[in-house]
């Protein structure tokens, strides 16, 4: 089980769109692909379409019990197990939900807490062959929780000089987080928002490449696409099904299959 966290503290960089179609496209492939949304906004829970759970034949809202909330902050007595997922697209997830920010200011004082995450997905090895997992764009506890928990971390990184200038705190902080991980590994740099009608997108992409490379593989690029992205959010589909004839879906599939040989991992299941 490859357990991996897509990992950048700056928004708007394409992250979690990254780990739906990512993660939907390694489920195409026949892998068995669990998601969990760390992120208080839930954005990847809303994009994937998931605004309300079937449990024993009820429909509710998602609650903070249906998150990563037990697994982390469960009570004491309690073993810090993952709640049974909800499945979307061929993916199970772990839904986000608001209220997952309350672990951030209580996670400093709870024994071993930044692993507890960790923990709690090992009882998955064999059930699942990847766990992608979406933080917030943040420094905070939540990000460490979730990028302590992985064994690989995959950075999106727009192609362009804010790109480039966030990339280097975020190899800081992976330094800091192997402290308490020690096998972290990133795996790769995944360029997303790629312009090839301006100088700036190519350029910055050179640059990546010629500063970054010697660190991890850097993908091919993810086109800016302002009207896709945003409409295949909007319809809470991946967007590989969404417009599955889009020249998109080709680079998604490209990214993907980079991302397998990075790991080692045959692209098809």
Not at 75 to 82: F, I, K, S
Not at 161 to 179: C, D, E, I, P, S
Request: a negative charge; glycine letters at 8%.
């Amino acid at each position: 089980m490859k357990v991996i966290t897509f990992f950048n503290h700056a928004g708007g960089v394409g992250k979690t769109s990254s780990v739906r179609d990512i993660g939907f496209t390694l489920a195409q492939l026949g892998h068995r692909v669990l998601l969990i949304d760390a992120d208080p906004q839930a954005n990847l829970t809303d994009w994937l379409g998931v605004r309300r759970i079937d449990r024993d034949g009820v429909s509710r809202d998602v609650e903070l019990g249906d998150t990563l909330y037990p697994a982390v902050l469960g009570d004491d007595d309690a073993e810090y197990a993952l709640p049974e997922p909800v499945r979307a697209h061929g993916l199970d997830l772990i839904p986000g939900h608001l209220d997952v920010a309350t672990i951030e200011p209580v996670l400093p004082g709870q024994l071993m807490g930044v692993l507890r995450l960790k923990e709690a997905l090992r009882p998955l090895t064999g059930r699942y062959d990847f766990v992608l997992i979406d933080p917030p764009p943040s420094l905070g506890q939540l990000s460490a929780l979730a990028v302590i928990a992985a064994r690989y971390v995959v950075v999106p990184v727009p192609a362009s000089g804010k790109g480039l200038k966030g990339l280097q705190t975020v190899v800081q902080m992976l330094a800091r987080f192997r402290k308490a991980n020690p096998e972290l590994t990133l795996a790769m740099i995944l360029v997303t928002q790629y312009n090839d009608t301006t100088n700036h997108s190519r350029e910055s992409l050179a640059q990546l490449r010629a500063g970054f490379g010697h660190l991890a593989p850097i993908s091919a690029p993810l086109a800016y696409r302002p009207a896709l992205y945003p409409d295949s959010q909007l319809h809470g589909e991946p967007l590989p099904a969404y417009s599955h004839r889009s020249p998109a879906v080709g680079e998604i599939m490209l990214a993907t299959e980079q991302l397998l040989a990075a790991l080692g991992v045959s692209a098809h299941a």
